[in-house]
């Protein structure tokens, strides 16, 4: 029961399928919610099968012929409709019946040559309108005459001879009428036909051979607000015409570019005076010349751009009249061909310009008065003007302006003379990049700068530094020094000192290689630093005399960093240790092998992470893993990774899950070695035999450790096994019971026997026996206390025996005395073994190697503690404390301990 009921279902489901799929495939509009885009689909016909909700509709770029009303009617709800780049040349009336709440319809690049004249009979909700680049030769009729609500009209690059749109008034809301690059040779007054009271602001009339304007030829766009009349051929006469053709409008923007106005004289702008321009563009008109009171006219006007014209000369009295200008564009205005002339106080008229913008005059020079008058400008752009040095009555026209901000950028300086800004007391941001700057910075240059925010001093020939360069501006915060061949006058600690606001340093680019520890000290609010392509390896090396430079202390609240390419290749380990604040840190382009495994301890906020072409074979989970966690960004590719679990396992296994954006994952992270999986992609790095790992390794480690100790048993016997001997048999005799019993209070009968070299004989009698002065010693001295020299072995032997201490006085002499090696040192060494009596002392006269000593009496000084091994002094002035020595060895206890 239950499968029979199923199974038709099934084949419903399949059959719904299979037929939905191919009419889905078949129109590949992209569809959201309010609209269907269906451009670029070489359709022939409008797509049935689209939401019936859609607003808008882009039917462009398609192969349309006809636009039946009916196969729109679905899509009721749409607002706009963009047909254009089809090939209609017929529209259907019912269109707007059909589609009541369209708004847009654009049918640019269609072939509509003619405007069917009932194609719009329905639209009267229409707003805007595109008919350009369809051919339209002129209007026959009155085809707009229904559209009551139509906004904007585009009917530009057609090929309409006139302005006509019909031949009775009509558009009452037409607000934008474009008419550029159309044919239209004169404009005349009855081709506008509005009502009285339509709204036409903006006309465009570009690109249109007009040559004449008929008197009250705007008369019908009391409104017009902005008219556009680009690359024309007006021409100072034909300019004059229109300007006087437009009071009794609303004009207050006219556009005259590249219109071939090449001189303006005091009467052609003359027909603006009862009009209201506050934005006049007459910029690329070849411009040559501007008479002397050529804007007297236009008191109100705003914005005047005069950019690109051949000017050579600009008289004093050129802008007077244009109080109320706030923005001026002078960019290229003088004559780029011949030297031309600012004549003194030319800009005393514009007391509220704000904004004067001035680059690219390379062939004029400016006075120190040239700029008198401009109280209120707050902008100058002097960039690609020409000054070399800037002295301090340069800019002094400009000492009780409000000037912000001032670019000299490419000016060709050579130099800044001191006190060159003074009297800028606003200034916020000076621009001097790119120039040649070639000078030692002494400070004096920025005096007078109580405001500055941001210097910018890149790109410059040399600049030498000093802890006062930057003293006289402390209210710095940006200060860009890339690429100006920085040297250090003195040296380089606290050479920012006096930049306690500095938050933006840029160093780049210096082949800096030697600055001090402290060379950042005070820049406490330093967030971003700047230290690519230097030369600072030295620094952070272990063999750095005085050990690495840790010239990043202190910067506590760094969040970018920047030492791309510096030739680093060891980090300390305490390099970025307190820069807990670090977002951004680029170590790309060194020469790093090695992370010292604490480097990044501090970098649990680190956002963007660079160290790609470097000499990384091993990223390993110690060093990474707190600094990879938080990372948005890492670049890591490039470097030779060597794939062995010990080495990338884990950094394998993170690149294949993490969501950090790491580029070039797929292309630039590859293995180098081992050779099986050398040019493999490292996150294809195959860690399944890496998991079996854990118990070899610790069987590896065992045995490690086992052979590693006994070679290491085995070394220690080789080289130091006197020393184990020699402990064993003290140690042996202690154990044995063999130890003196009564180490202070036995009885001897001498205090010292002394053992020496024939030869010695005198030093004996000279320097030791004299001790005994006043019985504080008795010294058993063979020469003396034996009969006649006779030598009586076991007398030697009890005599050793009968003594505190044995004093042997070492000399080269002593070492090859074969008596006194065979049988006496011996016999005391004996002693010293058997009875555990540290009884002997070495007296060296001479400076004797151990090896000798060895060699000779298989003695060693390490047998011996300190204060038993003296040794003769050179000076005569110590022989004093050489003795008290002796006496302290000799009073010292003889246990070995
Ligand atoms: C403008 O003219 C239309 C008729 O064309 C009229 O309905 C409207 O009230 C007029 N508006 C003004 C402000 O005169
Ligand atoms: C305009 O210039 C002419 C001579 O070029 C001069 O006679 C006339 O006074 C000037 N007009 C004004 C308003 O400056
Ligand atoms: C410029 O400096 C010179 C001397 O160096 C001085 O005589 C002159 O008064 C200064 N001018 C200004 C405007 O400060
Ligand atoms: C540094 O910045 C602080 C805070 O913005 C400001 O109060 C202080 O005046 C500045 N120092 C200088 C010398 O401009
Ligand atoms: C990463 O993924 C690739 C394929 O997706 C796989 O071959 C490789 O074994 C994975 N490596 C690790 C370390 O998970
Ligand atoms: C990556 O993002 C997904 C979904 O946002 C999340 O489930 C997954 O845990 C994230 N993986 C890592 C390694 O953070």
């Given amino acids: 029961m239950k499968s029979t009921f199923i199974f038709p279902v099934y084949v419903l489901c399949t059959a719904y399928v299979i037929i939905m799929v191919p009419i889905i495939a078949e129109n590949h509009c992209k569809v959201t919610t309010e609209k269907a885009d269906c451009s670029h689909l070489e359709l022939y016909t409008i797509p049935s099968d689209l939401p019936t909700t859609i607003k808008i509709l882009d039917l462009s770029h398609n192969r349309l012929k006809t636009l039946p009303a009916a196969n729109l009617s679905r899509y009721d709800k749409l607002h ?12 259907d009336t019912a269109l707007c019946q059909k589609l009541p709440l369209l708004k847009i319809l654009n049918l640019q690049h269609n072939e509509f040559s003619k405007i069917p004249e009932k194609g719009f009979l329905y639209c009267t909700d229409l707003a805007e309108l595109r008919l350009n680049s369809n051919g339209i030769k002129g209007i026959t009729g009155n085809p707009f005459e229904s559209l009551q609500n139509l906004n904007i009209l585009d009917v530009s690059h057609n090929k309409m001879t006139t302005t006509a749109l019909g ?96 001189k303006i004289y005091n009467t052609t702008l003359k027909g603006l005076e009862s009009t209201n321009v506050l934005s006049l563009d007459i910029s690329k008109n070849f411009m040559s010349q501007i008479d002397n009171n050529s804007f007297i006219y236009l008191p109100n006007l705003r914005i005047l751009n005069l950019e690109e014209n051949q000017v050579s000369h600009l008289t004093s009295k050129a802008f007077k009249g244009l109080s109320n200008l706030r923005y001026l564009n002078l960019k290229k205005f003088f004559s780029s061909s ?20 001035m680059e690219q005059n390379k062939k004029i020079y400016f006075s120190e008065f040239t700029f008198s008058g401009l109280t209120n400008l707050t902008n100058l752009d002097l960039g690609g003007c020409s000054f070399q040095t800037i002295r301090n009555e340069t800019f002094s026209s400009l000492s009780n302006s409000s000037l912000i901000s001032l670019n000299l950028s490419k000016i060709d300086l050579t130099k800044i003379e001191s006190r060159a800004f003074y009297g800028l007391k606003h200034l916020e941001v000076l621009d001097l990049g790119i120039n040649q700057i070639d000078q030692y910075l002494t400070g004096q240059e920025f005096e007078g700068l109580h405001k500055i925010k941001q210097i910018y001093l890149s790109y410059n020939k040399h600049l030498s530094l000093t802890r006062s360069s930057f003293c006289s501006i402390p209210s710095l915060e940006k200060l860009n020094l890339r690429k100006t061949a920085i040297t250090f006058k003195s040296p380089s600690n606290s050479l920012f000192q006096c930049l306690h606001n500095l938050t933006h340093l840029d160093l780049g680019n210096n082949n800096i290689a030697n600055i001090d520890e402290d060379i950042f000290s005070g820049l406490h609010n330093l967030r971003i630093l700047s230290l690519q392509h230097n030369n600072l390896a030295r620094l952070w090396k272990k063999a750095n005399p005085g050990g690495p430079v840790l010239f990043l202390k202190g910067l506590q609240n760094l969040e970018i960093l ?49 160290l790609h072409k470097n000499l990384i074979t091993s990223v390993e989970e110690n060093t990474f893993k707190n600094v990879l966690g938080s990372l948005r960004n890492l670049s890591m590719g490039n ?119 024939k030869k010695d004989e005198s030093w004996v009698y000279r320097y030791l026996l004299p001790l005994e002065n006043g019985r504080q010693y008795k010294f058993c001295f063979e020469e003396r206390d034996f009969e006649a020299g006779e030598s009586n072995l076991q007398l030697i032997v009890n005599s050793i025996r009968n003594s505190r201490k044995v004093i042997f006085v070492i000399t080269r002499y002593f070492l090859n005395d074969q008596w006194c090696r065979r049988f006496k040192v011996q016999q005391a060494f004996q002693q010293f073994i058997v009875d555990s009596r540290d009884s002997i002392i070495l007296l060296f006269l001479e400076d004797i190697p151990d090896y000798k000593l060895n060699y000779s009496i298989k003695m060693r000084r390490g047998m011996f503690k300190s204060r038993c091994i003296l040794e003769w002094p050179l000076q005569n002035e110590r022989i004093g404390a050489f003795q008290q020595k002796l006496k302290i060895a000799l009073g010292s206890p003889n246990v070995v301990n």
Avoid at 80 to 91: A, F, M, P, R, S
Avoid at 194 to 210: A, E, G, I, R
Avoid at 338 to 357: E, R
């Fill in 338 to 357: 011949k030297d031309s002339k600012i004549d003194d106080l030319s800009f005393q008229w514009l007391q509220n310009l704000q904004y004067l913008n």
């Fill in 167 to 262: 031949d009775k008034e009509q558009l009452p809301n037409l607000s934008e009428l474009l008419y550029s690059h159309n044919m239209i040779g004169e404009l005349r007054k009855e081709d506008f036909m509005f009502p009285f009271n339509n709204s036409v602001q903006k006309l465009d009339l570009s690109s249109n051979p007009v040559k004449e304007f008929q008197e009250g030829c705007f008369q019908k766009l009391p409104n017009l607000r902005t008219l556009i009349m680009a690359n024309m051929t007006l021409g100072p006469k034909l300019t004059e015409k229109l300007c006087s053709q437009l009071p009794g409008t609303q004009i207050t923007v006219l556009i005259l570019l590249n219109s071939q106005l090449t």
């Fill in 562 to 610: 920047d030492l791309l390419s510096n030739g680093l290749d060891e980090i300390p380990a305490e390099a970025f240790r307190g820069l807990s604040d670090l977002k951004i840190l680029n170590l790309g382009e060194n020469n790093i092998y090695v992370f010292p495994q604490s480097l990044f301890a501090d970098q649990e906020s680190l956002l963007d992470l660079d």
């Fill in 639 to 757: 470097n030779p990774f060597d794939c062995t679990c010990e080495s990338i396992a884990w950094f394998a296994d993170w690149l294949n899950k993490t969501n950090t954006s790491v580029p070039g994952r797929d292309s630039q992270y590859i293995c180098n070695t081992p050779s099986n999986y050398h040019g493999v992609l490292v996150k294809n790095f195959d860690n399944s035999p890496c998991k079996d790992h854990a118990p070899f390794m610790a069987l590896f480690i065992f045995s490690f450790t086992v052979t590693s100790s006994l070679v290491v048993f085995v070394l220690l016997l080789n080289f130091q096994g006197w020393r184990i001997k020699f402990h064993w048999t003290v140690l042996e005799n202690k154990i044995l019971g063999l130890t003196e019993i009564d180490l202070g209070d036995r009885n001897f009968e001498y205090d010292a026997y002394i053992i020496h070299a």
């Fill in 80 to 91: 706009h409709l963009d047909v254009g780049y089809n090939t209609l040349h017929i529209l």
